[in-house]
């Protein structure tokens, strides 16, 4: 069964930085396109960054670019983001998930991550 989980949601404050995690079993985060999407009330589901399953190359929304930095770490098969530079617009709830290409099709998602940046 696979399961994909997101830790370190929180509050933070304007400027300030935060790290989110995700925590993938029955699949291997090699072996699948990983992103982060996130979804602020009322809007609709933005794509914050993918990192390729065939070469790694990572890929960014450009909301975030230069603030924000998605990894995948084998050993502990997890998925992060690192996010710096924060915004209030940058409130929302945060996905992880896993597909075959990055912004096709996903086949499994988290529950989200409620990330709050305060001003």
């Known amino acids: 069964q696979v399961q994909l989980e997101e830790f370190g949601g929180g509050s933070v404050q304007y400027g300030g930085s935060l790290r989110l995690s995700c925590k993938v079993s029955?699949?291997?985060?090699?072996?699948?396109?990983m992103s982060w999407f996130r979804q602020a009330p009322g809007k609709e589901r933005e794509a914050v960054a993918c990192?390729?399953?065939?070469?790694?190359?990572?890929y960014y929304g450009d909301s975030v670019k230069g603030r924000f930095t998605i990894a995948r770490d084998s050993t502990t098969n997890t998925l992060s983001l690192q996010m710096s530079s924060l915004k209030t617009d940058d409130t929302a709830i945060y996905y992880c998930a896993a597909g075959s290409h990055c912004y096709e099709q996903y086949e499994y998602w988290g529950q989200g991550a409620q990330v709050t940046v305060s001003s």
């Open positions: 990192i390729s399953k065939i070469d790694g190359m990572t």
């Open positions: 029955g699949l291997s985060v090699d072996d699948y396109a």
